[in-house]
């Protein structure tokens, strides 16, 4: 999955449950960014390219979700 799929999956679950769901690019160095979920947040280190099982693992746990909350 990309950062991009990530994205659009958040948004997607976001408008479903009425969350707060946003993405700043520009809070980061060089290619990353940051993801909020409601209070919540987590990096985001390149949109365009697939992200490690494990990173995404951790992204979703800093979020409060699960990789079936976005399935």
Do not use: V
């Amino acid at each position: 999955m990309t950062g991009k799929d990530l994205m659009r999956r958040l948004r997607k679950l976001a408008r479903e449950r009425g969350t707060d769901f946003r993405h700043d690019p520009s809070h980061g160095a060089g290619s990353h960014g940051r993801i909020y979920w409601g209070t919540a947040f987590t990096t985001l280190q390149d949109a365009k390219r697939d992200i490690p099982k494990g990173t995404l693992n951790r992204m979703l746990k800093d979020l409060g979700l699960t990789l079936d909350d976005i399935a």
